[in-house]
């Protein structure tokens, strides 16, 4: 086990239980929950499968260093020390990006600046070279974390966000962030089960990350590229060994899923992600307005949804979060649906008292994730029979 080591997995704002049990099953060692992030042990072959398999993670971060900081010249001298060269060449290129909480430093592109100052001189001082700079495609990328005033330094070995899953092609006006939709089905507690829909489904990404869980095939399969694939140790046969061993824990699913959109535009984006996602077998994608549609069946339905909030659409939002109500009430009987909105005063309008209630944040916006149980018959007869059963 000397090979392990500590590792931090970001994610989102209330993910992170979610995330913590995501790990367990991985496989991950002395798991600890944070705030916005999960920190774990394990080798390289298991910070490949985190990146690989992970749903709610959205960076999978490599400490190398901890140290104080007083001020600005502090850290340079500090991130200098470090033997960069243990980590990159020095005619090789780097990013920076940093996150600060707290008064001593708030200048995060300013303390981006400063850590590549102190690597490129470092180089620069020993072999007369010094590495590039290139945001897009850097062979290194390195996180800075200053929580008041320590700091700790690690190299991103995801690259690009995690939520960039590779099978996007085509976007509405506000799409859901893919780490956010997987993050949402799995606290609705949606287990394959059971048939699966998105009434208001927009480019299809709900419906993608349902189907990815309903058949356990990991969720960063199709992405281009790691950050870690550029590393001075990466191991390419470790790495198909570690994917193909999660290809084989897929699992078969005998239910349906269906998205509803009423704009064509939509249902053509939706379609064309699903099939980038090879999901078509799955998934079932239709140009309806869900205000005029009812449930097919009297087997259960689960249902997850992402409606507008009126930060980009013009809609008259009072009117349509009431319509949400009434169809979900009048046409759709055994169902569980889940809905998220930053839009707390429409929420008002719904007319149907939640089950549960998680606040979350869909990106800066804080946003309620809304359970409501529609019955078939009445609550009162529904409580009756589950006491007689």
């Not at 007369?128 to 850097?138: I, K, Q, S």
């Not at 008041?148 to 006006?173: M, P, Q, W």
Request: glycine residues 6%; hydrophobic residues 40%.
């Amino acid at each position: 086990m000397e090979n392990n080591f500590k590792m931090v997995a970001k994610t989102l704002f209330g993910f992170e239980e979610l995330l913590a049990k995501e790990l367990k099953q991985l496989g991950a060692q002395a798991v600890t929950i944070g705030v916005r992030h999960v920190s774990f042990v394990g080798d390289k072959g298991f910070m490949y499968k985190a990146n690989l398999g992970l749903r709610t993670a959205i960076k999978i971060l490599k400490p190398i260093a901890k140290f104080k900081v007083i001020n600005e010249n502090d850290l340079y001298n500090k991130v200098n020390a470090i033997p960069w060269e243990n980590y990159l060449k020095s005619d090789g290129s780097l990013a920076v990006g940093a996150t600060l909480n707290g008064d001593t430093f708030t200048h995060s592109q300013y303390v981006s600046l400063k850590t590549k100052d102190a690597i490129v001189d470092r180089f620069r001082d020993q072999t007369g070279e010094r590495p590039n700079v290139d945001l897009r495609f850097p062979d290194l990328k390195i996180d800075i974390h200053i929580d008041r005033h320590f700091c700790t330094v690690s190299l991103d070995s995801s690259g690009e966000s995690l939520h960039k899953r590779g099978y996007k092609i085509a976007t509405n006006i506000a799409p859901i962030n893919e780490v956010l939709a997987a993050g949402l089905i799995m606290l609705s507690g949606w287990d394959g089960q059971s048939d699966f829909m998105d009434p208001m489904c927009g480019s299809g990404t709900v419906l993608i990350e349902a189907a990815m869980i309903a058949c356990n095939i990991p969720p960063n399969l199709m992405r281009n590229e790691f950050g870690f694939e550029r590393w001075g140790d990466w191991d390419v046969d470790l790495f198909e060994k570690i994917e193909e061993s999660l290809l084989s824990k897929t699992r078969d699913f005998h239910h349906k899923i269906m998205g509803f959109d009423k704009s064509p535009s939509a249902v053509e984006k939706a379609t064309q992600n699903v099939e980038n996602a090879k999901l078509e077998d799955f998934i079932y994608i239709k140009h309806e307005d869900f205000f005029k549609t009812q449930k097919g069946g009297e087997e259960h339905l689960h249902m997850v949804f992402n409606p507008p909030y009126g930060e980009r659409l013009d809609i008259e939002m009072e009117t349509f979060y009431s319509s949400i109500g009434s169809t979900l009430k009048h046409k759709y009987p055994g169902t569980n649906a889940w809905m998220i909105s930053s839009n707390l005063e429409a929420l008002k309008h719904v007319g149907l008292r939640p089950s549960r209630k998680i606040k979350l944040f869909n990106a800066k916006l804080e946003a309620r994730f809304s359970k409501y149980e529609m019955y078939a018959g009445t609550k009162k007869t529904h409580k009756l029979e589950a006491k007689n059963d």
